[in-house]
């Protein structure tokens, strides 16, 4: 199963774009990208996820390189309370989804 | 709004007493799953439900049980808990076969043993 690499900690200002990498050399070809948040004591939340395009929802975009090696999410105008655990994740055939150890995201006033 | 509802928020019991946790969703989807969040942790999947089949993880110790009674309602049983169990444990459902569906997630139960 492929695995995920991800920064421990980001910060960025409010109202600017928040980038954040992911690492996934071994990705199989037909493993989904998701990404998913985790405000403090609530569950985590769905964000969005990809196979080869770009995506693009209300909440963020997915950058997948070509190689499929490495994804960015983007949240185009961050604000105080998108402050939480951005986890990278990789979709096994079997259900499972193969946690990263998340991207600590605190965005700044 | 359709969601997914753990109760209770919090749950405190004693050691080696046993406890139940449980989910509800009005989401109507095939399959739930039982995750456990250690502090500064991923969640770590325990076992999924697809429709009626139970699938366990390999590593699920044999202490925890599941019981899925209708598509509704999921159940996580700790029959013996044991301090190292103390954790955030979360429920999630998602639709479809081949799950490549997102996950939706409650808010978790967060067990303390005392």
């Known amino acids: 199963d492929a695995k995920t690499t991800q920064p421990p900690s980001m910060d960025c200002a409010e109202g600017r774009a928040a980038n954040l990498p992911c690492n996934h050399s071994t990705i199989s070809g037909n493993e989904y990208v998701y990404w998913y948040r985790q405000i403090h004591s609530q569950g985590p939340q769905y964000i969005i996820h990809?196979?080869?395009?770009?995506e693009t929802n209300e909440m963020a975009s997915l950058i997948i390189t070509e190689d499929r090696k490495s994804s960015t999410l983007i949240l185009p105008h961050a604000t105080l309370r998108d402050t939480a655990v951005y986890y990278c994740i990789v979709m096994a055939s079997n259900y499972q989804l193969i946690w990263g150890a998340g991207t600590k995201l605190i965005i700044k006033p | 709004d359709a969601m997914v509802i753990q109760n209770p928020r919090y749950q405190v019991t004693q050691f080696g007493k046993p406890v139940t946790l449980s989910c509800s969703q009005t989401?109507?989807?095939?399959?739930m799953y039982w995750y456990q969040q250690k502090s500064s942790q991923a969640p770590k999947l325990l076992f999924h439900y697809y429709d009626k089949d139970f699938n366990n993880e390999a590593d699920t110790p044999d202490n925890f049980q599941s019981r899925r009674p209708n598509t509704s309602f999921c159940f996580l049983d700790i029959r013996s808990p044991g301090l190292g169990d103390a954790a955030m444990y979360l429920c999630?459902?998602?639709?479809?076969?081949?799950?490549?569906?997102?996950?939706?997630f409650g808010d978790g139960t967060r067990l303390s043993i005392l």
């Open positions: 999630a459902t998602s639709s479809g076969p081949g799950g490549y569906q997102p996950q939706h």
């Open positions: 990809g196979l080869k395009n770009n």
């Open positions: 989401l109507n989807h095939n399959v």
